[in-house]
């Protein structure tokens, strides 16, 4: 699960609008690099030109072969409750332990975010089960292009819904992303592991 590279504002712009910069550039690529040892059988991204920017390059696979999902957006309403919870948070984990500065779980609106990441995981799923039975049945390794605590959200979605709270579930909500970072899952094991890819 990545997160898109820096893309600046644009005054007037809507922010889905939002292009890579050339610092978002160089970030996409130095995430190439870091991934390149992971094998890649699915893409799926956000729909918003930044995310799907990021993964395509650090993926190398053209836009084209990216299945872009709505449910990985993000709104442009500033009365969207993510935008919202965006707008008094910032970047911030999930949880925070700084009574100042309450983390996305610990705002009033946090059901709102937690229903997205839930949405989002049972997209990702539905394309991901569609392409293991293409490819026989087998496991596959999927890449997901998206947003920053949006990416939070789909992993905690994802350590709740396998019924994990340890490890992996402790690092996703207690780990804001940076630009172009990624969580990196095995859910290979008894107990899925996760990595911060920085």
């Not at 690099?33 to 993926?59: F, G, M, N, Q, Y």
């Not at 053209?62 to 990985?72: G, H, R, S, V, Y």
């Not at 969580?183 to 890819?197: V, Y």
Request: charged letters at 25%; a negative charge; glycine letters at 8%.
């Amino acid at each position: 699960m990545a997160r898109h590279g820096k893309a600046p504002s644009v005054l007037g712009k809507p922010d889905s609008e939002r292009v890579l910069g050339e610092l978002g550039l160089q970030q996409a690529g130095a995430l190439k690099a870091k991934l390149k040892d992971h094998p890649v059988d699915l893409v799926v991204s956000s729909p918003l030109v930044r995310a799907v920017d990021t993964i395509s390059i650090a993926t190398g696979k053209p836009k084209t072969d990216i299945i872009l999902l709505a449910a990985l957006g993000c709104s442009d309403d500033p009365a969207d409750p993510l935008n919202i919870m965006y707008n008094e948070l910032g970047y911030v984990p999930l949880i925070t332990d700084d009574l100042e500065k309450p983390g996305y779980f610990q705002h009033e609106l946090t059901h709102n975010l937690k229903d997205y990441g839930h949405m989002a995981l049972k997209s990702v799923i539905a394309v991901s089960e569609e392409a293991s039975r293409r490819l026989g049945g087998r496991p596959i390794h999927v890449i997901i292009g998206g947003h920053a605590v949006c990416q939070n959200a789909l992993a905690w979605a994802l350590c709740e819904q396998l019924e994990q709270d340890g490890p992996a579930a402790q690092l996703v909500t207690r780990t804001s992303l940076g630009e172009a970072e990624a969580f990196r899952f095995d859910l290979t094991g008894a107990e899925i592991a996760c990595e911060h890819i920085k």
